[in-house]
């Protein structure tokens, strides 16, 4: 028996593309794998986690049909090179116990043919009951998560959600793993509920351009569309954090420096912590000490303003918090003690980061 559906090869190619960004490797083999199922002239390609879910409809013509690729990345190789209109065969061999599915792909005068799975083998993707909803530009959603997620821990096993998620709540979109924070905030758009999203969920945004889409709230999950694409994943339990109470509200010092300066110097020193797990720097006065086990090391960076208190920090927290502001002219460093929160903003900016200093340690006091 065989069914056949046609395609175009161009949208069936860059939505195969899109939802394999969701693919993780899986001991259950159709959880590596892109399903593919034509039905009412839509066809839905799939790929899940089982946390996160992408799926793309495209029109198409013919047979419903249904299955899932054994070898998504050679299937996309072939896709790339195919121009017009895509004609998908499925065929199935064998009795009811022992079913084979064989897919022949003919674009023009070119095809390919690959063996698939059972579409049975595939998770079902559960209802979503709406119980709120608002819309937003996926761009400018993206551009603010982008901007702090590094901020936010890759996700593993023992991970804290707290500490490898993206958090929405009212004007601001924040990261925090402990020891740094990064926060935007936009005055002119509060989110009408506050949620949290993995790194990883969220980083799909980017998938929808500069279209504007619906982000819905569900239980326990979000789901965010443009009507053809469409991101669901599940929200991370944790309460969120009170970021406004995090960001002190007046400092004891203030000084300028350069990010672009600053990052050359930080550099500088972090070509001599290769082998050092946490390499620190002592800093004050623009003038940066790191004592490793290979020597001691400095650098000078131009403050305008007085820094009188001295600090020190984590060398690689420092460097992804300039990053941040690596295009602006100039930031503003505050900071309240040796122990307190050094935050970094720049003028004109609705950004901000806050990186935790280290304790201030005779080894580091004697360099």
Same mark, same amino acid.
């Given at each position: 028996m065989s069914k056949k559906a046609t395609i175009d090869a161009k949208a069936f190619f860059e939505g195969l593309d899109q939802v394999s960004k969701a693919l993780q490797k899986s001991s259950y083999p159709a959880l590596s794998e892109v399903s593919v199922s034509v039905e009412d002239g !839509?066809? *839905?390609?799939? @790929?899940? +986690?089982? +946390?996160?879910?992408?799926?793309? #409809? *495209?029109?198409? #013509?013919?047979d419903d049909l249904a299955f899932v690729f054994t070898r998504t990345r050679e299937v996309a190789k072939a896709c790339r090179l195919f121009d017009g209109t895509l004609m998908l065969e499925l065929e199935e061999t064998g009795s009811e116990k022992s079913k084979e599915w064989r897919l022949f792909m003919r674009c023009g005068t070119r095809a390919a043919q690959f063996d698939v799975m059972d579409p049975e083998l595939y998770p079902v993707y559960q209802s979503f009951e709406t119980e709120s909803s608002f819309s937003v530009n996926a761009a400018a959603l993206y551009a603010r998560v982008e901007r702090v997620s590094y901020a936010a821990l890759d996700a593993t096993p023992n991970a804290q959600p707290s500490r490898t998620s993206i958090q929405f709540s009212g004007p601001h979109v924040f990261a925090l793993d402990g020891n740094q924070l990064a926060c935007d905030t936009d005055p002119a758009f509060s989110f009408p509920r506050s949620f949290t999203a993995s790194k990883g969920a969220v980083s799909h945004l980017k998938l929808f351009g500069k279209r504007d889409v619906q982000i819905e709230f569900g239980k326990g999950r979000i789901r965010i569309s443009d009507g053809v694409l469409t991101l669901d994943f599940c929200i991370p339990s944790m309460d969120l954090y009170a970021v406004d109470k995090a960001i002190p509200q007046s400092y004891v010092e203030? /000084? $300028? !420096?350069?990010? &672009? +300066?600053?990052?050359?110097?930080? &550099?500088?020193? &972090?070509? /001599? $912590?290769?082998?050092?797990?946490?390499?620190? !720097?002592? /800093?004050? @006065?623009g003038e940066l000490v790191m004592p490793v086990s290979s020597g001691t090391y400095r650098a000078v960076v131009q403050c305008v303003g007085e820094n009188r208190i001295t600090f020190a920090f984590d060398l690689n927290r420092m460097i992804d918090a300039l990053r941040q502001f690596k295009d602006a002219p100039s930031v503003q460093i505050k900071i309240n003690s040796a122990v307190s929160p050094v935050l970094i %903003?720049? %003028?004109g900016r609705s950004d901000l980061a806050l990186v935790c200093p280290i304790r201030l340690s005779e080894k580091l006091m004697a360099a």
């Open positions: !839509v066809c *839905i390609l799939t @790929a899940t +986690d089982l +946390d996160t879910w992408l799926t793309k #409809q *495209i029109p198409a #013509q013919g203030s /000084f $300028a !420096v350069s990010p &672009k +300066d600053f990052l050359r110097e930080l &550099k500088y020193l &972090k070509g /001599f $912590a290769a082998k050092e797990r946490r390499p620190y !720097v002592r /800093f004050r @006065a %903003e720049a %003028e």
